[in-house]
């Protein structure tokens, strides 16, 4: 009933401050980094708040701790006329803006006449260690499609190899021996009950994919105490999802910031 629903409608794309939401009602749908963010950046001047999420709970319907106006929901299920929301548990609210924080879609438009790849539920297929289509490699490749990923250590590392395969200074497989990796890779995921639209997530094992393009690259992985880092900020952020960009309780995590500040300086020596 989306497309009748008769209120404002955006993409987290679009969000840039809090105040054009003063005193609305206001549903974020996806409780990602975007949705929790936002959510919580427009309960400062709106009138109320309902996150949903297709990860609760389908009887959720309850008010976040230390918030006075906002609710976590299950997932909707149905916009109505009257500017109703109806959540999967029955619960509903009048609402002025659904705002989408729903994640992207992968769209190559340039490619539309290529058989090469196809996106099929938002997996770009196929694609050899999500970079190199076997078909054509290496004339084409994508940097960046991975996602639930740090971005920029594992984009500099796979546009390392794409260079380096370019220049001639590293060999891929033969186009047959890649199509059976992609082919064991969907297999593996298929295995796990994966939809195709995971395909590129690679949150547990980022840096297993990070070790495998350095060693491609010649050169050596993710820093331990990058590692380290990562997995204490994830733990922090799930323990103070409200201020924990603004606090650093420092303690068990200062020396990988000493660590971290050595290797800094290392690169940042002047000759």
Avoid at 9 to 24: A, I
Avoid at 76 to 83: M, N, S
Avoid at 126 to 153: C, D, E, M, T
Avoid at 191 to 208: C, I, K, V
Wanted: aromatic share 10%; with cysteine.
């Amino acid at each position: 009933g989306v497309d009748a629903w008769p209120g404002k409608q955006l993409h987290s794309t679009s969000y840039r401050v809090p105040e054009p939401f003063h005193g609305q009602v206001v549903v974020v749908i996806g409780c990602g980094p975007s949705g929790t963010d936002i959510s919580r950046d427009i309960a400062g001047v709106a009138k109320e708040v309902h996150l949903a999420s297709r990860w609760s709970l389908s009887a959720t319907s309850e008010k976040l701790p230390g918030h006075a106006n906002m609710w976590f929901h299950s997932e909707i299920d149905r916009a109505q006329e009257d500017g109703s929301v109806v959540f999967h548990d029955g619960s509903r609210v009048k609402a002025d803006v659904i705002m989408h924080c729903t994640g992207y879609k992968y769209n190559f438009p340039f490619l539309t006449n290529d058989a090469t790849v196809s996106v099929d539920d938002n997996c770009v297929d196929p694609l050899y260690k999500h970079v190199f289509p076997p078909q054509v490699a290496p004339r084409l490749s994508f940097i960046g499609l991975p996602l639930k990923v740090v971005p920029f250590p594992l984009f500099e590392l796979q546009s390392h190899w794409v260079a380096g395969v370019l220049s001639g200074r590293f060999k891929l497989p033969s186009k047959d021996e890649m199509v059976r990796d992609v082919t064991a890779f969907h297999s593996r995921l298929a295995a796990r009950g994966w939809p195709r639209r995971y395909t590129h997530r690679l949150r547990d094992r980022e840096f297993e994919n990070e070790d495998w393009l350095a060693e491609q690259c010649r050169r050596g992985g993710p820093e331990g105490w990058r590692r380290e880092m990562f997995d204490a900020a994830m733990q922090v952020m799930v323990e103070r999802p409200e201020n924990y960009r603004d606090e650093w309780d420092g303690g068990d995590y200062d020396h990988l910031l000493a660590q971290a500040n050595r290797d800094f300086a290392a690169h940042c020596q002047r000759p």
